[in-house]
């Protein structure tokens, strides 16, 4: 019997990753809260923005759950992303 080991390495080399530059402010901005949906994130994200309009000043803030917690966010939420201005992405439990 023969053992055929496969390499599970990627063969090219990743993209340069650049980070986006920090807003100055988060006041009169928009953010998008994209969820897993699980339990329990609904009303955490709910807390958050409220702090984020009421700490930061925040403008708007649009709240978006994932049809799949398991799976990349679609080609809808990222099309809806490109309108914010931060974005902040979470998981639960």
Do not use: C, H
């Not at 807390?47 to 803030?61: F, K, P, T």
């Not at 994932?66 to 931060?86: F, H, L, Q, T, V």
Request: charged fraction near 25%; aromatic fraction near 8%.
């Amino acid at each position: 019997m023969t053992i055929k080991v496969l390499d599970p390495t990627y063969g090219e080399e990743p993209a340069q990753f650049v980070a986006a530059q920090r807003l100055p402010t988060l006041a009169g901005q928009t953010v998008g809260i994209v969820s897993n949906g699980k339990q329990g994130t609904r009303a955490f994200f709910d807390a958050l923005e409220q702090e984020l309009i009421d700490r930061y000043g925040v403008a708007r803030v649009e709240q978006v759950v994932k049809p799949n917690y398991s799976a990349p966010a679609g080609s809808e939420i990222m099309d809806r992303a490109k309108k914010w201005n931060a974005l902040v992405a979470g998981i639960g439990d």
